[in-house]
């Protein structure tokens, strides 16, 4: 069945946002259907802790996370500080595995596209060796544009199959300056990669109803399965 990588420029810049908000909109408008819901890999506590105090309760929703270190780091690091290793064979049957099960799989990767899982791939490789299609989260700050270009073409450079770019407002102001700090014809223009959208700065990032919403204003048509 068909999966979606969530990932973006760096850690903390909108990811969870973006996950929670696709899946708050399937609960809403696609309530038939069964969906996965996916932590690549987690270090540290976060987003799989998130998933499930927001999640757990939908019974068509199935959420894994195949590997979880307890140490905040890269994941090689916090491989080597406990003692272990990043079993990418055991990701990847379970991401198979959930794809078998579920009508679709929305995968949250770690970190950027060009953060580390193993001492020798990224996320991005992974993106390209497993053939997901990838949505790249960019937050609209000064550098914005040099961070896209850059991660559109580490993309590109591994034919990773990007389907979109995602802008986020993590700080009010950035709403703001949309047109300024990360304009939509420009990004376009100089990746062509569409730009599906914006997530607005939310002062509340657990309510379903707008979050469901702020997935609703997005092309969802491009990463979503009609």
């Not at 993309?155 to 990007?162: G, I």
């Not at 700080?171 to 376009?188: F, G, S, W």
Request: overall charge negative; hydrophobic content about 45%.
């Amino acid at each position: 069945m068909g999966t979606l990588l969530i990932t973006g420029t760096d850690t903390d810049v909108g990811k969870t946002v973006l996950t929670t908000a696709l899946v708050s909109y399937w609960q809403s408008y696609r309530f038939c259907r069964q969906l996965g819901l996916m932590k690549l890999l987690q270090t540290g506590t976060g987003d799989c802790e998130l998933y499930q105090q927001m999640f757990a309760q939908e019974e068509s929703l199935k959420i894994v996370t195949p590997i979880s270190l307890a140490t905040p780091l890269a994941p090689p690091l916090a491989a080597v500080k406990e003692n272990t290793a990043i079993d990418l064979g055991l990701v990847w049957q379970a991401l198979k595995q959930l794809r078998e099960q579920q009508d679709f799989v929305l995968v949250e990767a770690l970190g950027g596209l060009g953060s580390p899982v193993t001492e020798e791939l990224t996320v991005a490789d992974l993106a390209a060796d497993w053939h997901l299609p990838t949505v790249l989260v960019v937050p609209v700050k000064l550098g914005a544009i040099a961070q896209v270009v850059a991660n559109v073409a580490l993309a590109r450079s591994l034919k990773v199959n990007l389907r979109g770019i995602v802008l986020s407002c993590s700080q009010p102001e950035n709403e703001a300056r949309l047109t300024d700090l990360a304009p939509v014809d420009l990004i376009e223009s100089l990746t062509q990669i569409p730009v599906l959208g914006t997530l607005p700065y939310l002062n509340q990032t657990n309510n379903h109803e707008k979050l469901a919403q702020v997935a609703a204003n997005l092309d969802l048509e491009f990463i979503l399965p009609v």
